[in-house]
């Protein structure tokens, strides 16, 4: 009898060491009846979903007499974002299938707010059916930010904070690649006379120009538009769904007019149409850049491909 209580007592204290492990980790591990369609054990839900076990497992209960798909539904409505469904139903096909699934998906945490989440699944199999899945969720949402904001950083060029041209020509092929019939302007922008700034000033002063330059870029661009830094003084920037060519020299006539620069600091600039001058990003480049050195023969100006 006294054995027995002890060992009653240690259980008792290994499953509080345990709980304070997975609130430490920010781990909550849950396992769900399938055939039944039951959760029926979530520990340490509070780390993610802000709510008890107890909670979850009386509020889902609800759907457990639903059909399979109809359960599923509600299920992740109820756990995940609805960005998500993808890959969990992917993650439910494993399962019954018998095979362990690894996943990221944003888990709901209150009522509002979402957390990303590491979530492995183990099934549980008997007579070669699936009859359990356990599964252990892991609080990542620090780390997955942190690491988005890596990968945006990496696509920025550090001095302007614009794309930089790895990004920029990547986001501009994909633009042109979706072929909705809208009409683009590739545009390349060129700074006059930049290497004279950085001989007379210096660089440091040459770096405050291209950083005043790429913010008076940035206020003459909508937000659809894609503008990037290509490298030293050259810019390139697509005006997305332009219209016409009407409406493209009035835009490129305002970016020369309006530029409010120092030093006297003037542009020139070269653009061509798509998909009329060209379908893809490198035969596009190749005429906007002859215009641009059409336009910088004589400076402070703009040439369009066709009408030189």
């Known amino acids: 009898m006294e054995r027995s209580f002890n060992t009653s007592i240690e259980l008792q204290k290994y499953k509080e ?26 520990e340490n839900a509070e780390v993610i979903f802000h709510k008890t076990g107890k909670t979850i497992l009386e509020e889902v209960w609800k759907f457990s007499k639903l059909p399979p798909e109809e359960y599923q539904k509600q299920v992740m409505a109820y756990f995940a974002h609805p ?15 018998g095979k362990t699934f690894s996943y990221q998906a944003r888990m709901k945490a209150g009522d509002t707010e979402f957390v990303w989440c590491k979530i492995d699944v183990t099934p549980i199999v008997e007579n070669g059916e699936t009859v359990y899945m356990v599964g252990v969720i892991t609080d990542i949402n620090a780390m997955k930010l942190q690491m988005d904001g890596y990968r945006a950083m990496a696509k920025l060029d550090p001095l302007t904070g ?16 979706e072929n909705n019939n809208e009409t683009h302007a590739l545009v390349l922008i060129d700074i006059d006379s930049f290497k004279a700034v950085n001989d007379t000033y ?33 810019f390139v ?4 769904n332009i219209g016409n060519a009407d409406n493209l020299h009035a835009k490129l006539k305002e970016m020369l007019a309006e530029m409010n620069l120092n030093f006297g600091i003037t542009q020139s600039i070269g653009a061509a149409i798509y998909p009329g001058h060209a379908q893809s990003f490198k035969e596009l480049f190749i005429k906007a850049d002859t215009s641009l050195y059409k336009a910088k023969n004589q400076k402070n100006t703009y040439c369009v491909y066709q009408e030189l």
């Open 17 to 42: 060491r345990f709980s304070a492990v997975l609130q430490a980790a920010k781990i909550c591990v849950y396992e769900v009846d399938i055939k039944n369609q039951l959760y029926t054990f979530f």
């Open 83 to 97: 960005d998500d469904v993808a890959i969990i139903n992917e993650a439910f096909q494993n399962i019954f299938e």
């Open 162 to 177: 614009l794309f930089n041209k790895t990004a920029t020509e990547c986001k501009i092929a994909r633009k042109l690649a």
């Open 202 to 234: 210096g660089h440091s002063k040459g770096d405050e120009v291209l950083k005043e330059f790429s913010d008076e870029l940035k206020r003459k661009v909508r937000k659809t538009d894609i503008l990037g830094r290509w490298g030293g003084d050259e």
């Open 237 to 240: 920037l697509l005006l997305c």
